[in-house]
C-alpha cells in the first residue's frame, strides 16, 4: 500500500507491485534534487533528478514529484522488480554540495 | 565512459596516522566532491573542488583536508585519525554546477 508523505526507514514490497519512497528536504533555497540507489558495498548510483521548475519527472520505470511547498520529494517505482532491493536516498543540491535524506531500504519479496 | 574511479578500495590504519584517498573523475568532468558515509550519521558532505580550487566545505575538523590538481584527479587526506573516522569515503564528479554527480565505489577505511 501507500505510505503518502510519510519518510519509512523500511519498505518491504511484493515483486510487481508499485513502490512509493518519500523524503522532506530541509533546504527551502535548494533547485536540484535527485535520487540515487545504493547497493550493498557500492556508491550510491544516480536514478533520477528534478530541477524546482518541475514538479514531475518521468524516467524508466520511475517518477519523481516535487512539492517545494512542503519540501517534499517522492520516487515511485513501477513494477518492482528483484533488483530494486537497495537503500535509496534523495538529494538536494545548493552551493556546490549535496546533503542526503536517511535514506529508505527496499525489500523486494519474491 | 569510464565512471569515477577510487583508490584504495580498502584501507586499514591504526589511530594517530595518516592517509591520503585518491579520486579520478569521469573524463570532463571539473568538480569533485567527497563524502563521509556512516551508519550513524549517513552521507555528510567533506568538500568540493572546481579547478583546483575549493568551493565548499562541510563541518569537519580540520584534520580533513583535500586538493585538486590540474587533470581533475583529486585526493583527501585525514592526519592523527580517530576510531571515528572509520567511514565509507565517497567521491563524485560532475560536469558543472548543479550538475549530476556521480559516485564512485568508495574507499572503506578501518582505523584501529
Known amino acids: 500500500g501507500e505510505n503518502v508523505g510519510l519518510h519509512l526507514p523500511t519498505l518491504s514490497v511484493q515483486e510487481g507491485d508499485n513502490s512509493i519512497i518519500n523524503c522532506a528536504y530541509s533546504?527551502?533555497?535548494?533547485?536540484?534534487f535527485i535520487w540515487y540507489k545504493q547497493e550493498s558495498g557500492k556508491g550510491p548510483q544516480f536514478i533520477i533528478d528534478?530541477?524546482?521548475?518541475?514538479d514531475k519527472r518521468q524516467g524508466q520505470r520511475v517518477t519523481v514529484l516535487l512539492n517545494k511547498t512542503v519540501k517534499h520529494l517522492s520516487l515511485q517505482i513501477a513494477a518492482t522488480q528483484p533488483g530494486d532491493s537497495a537503500v535509496y536516498f534523495c538529494a538536494w543540491e545548493r552551493d556546490y554540495k549535496l546533503s542526503f535524506g536517511a535514506g529508505t531500504t527496499v525489500t523486494v519479496r519474491a | 565512459k569510464a565512471g569515477v574511479t577510487q583508490t584504495p578500495r580498502y584501507l586499514i590504519k591504526t589511530r594517530g596516522q595518516q592517509v591520503t584517498l585518491s579520486c579520478s573523475p569521469i573524463?570532463?568532468?571539473?568538480?569533485v566532491s567527497w563524502y563521509q558515509q556512516t551508519p550513524g550519521q549517513g552521507l555528510q558532505f567533506l568538500f568540493e573542488y572546481f579547478s583546483e580550487t575549493q568551493r565548499n566545505k562541510g563541518n569537519f575538523p580540520g584534520r580533513f583536508s583535500g586538493r585538486q590538481f590540474s587533470n581533475s584527479r583529486s585526493e583527501m587526506n585525514v592526519s592523527t585519525l580517530e576510531l571515528g573516522d572509520s567511514a565509507l569515503y565517497l567521491c563524485a564528479s560532475s560536469h558543472s554546477d548543479a550538475d549530476t554527480q556521480y559516485f564512485g565505489p568508495g574507499t572503506r577505511l578501518t582505523v584501529l
Open positions: 533546504n527551502s533555497a535548494s533547485d536540484y
Open positions: 528534478i530541477r524546482s521548475n518541475m
Open positions: 573524463s570532463g568532468h571539473r568538480s
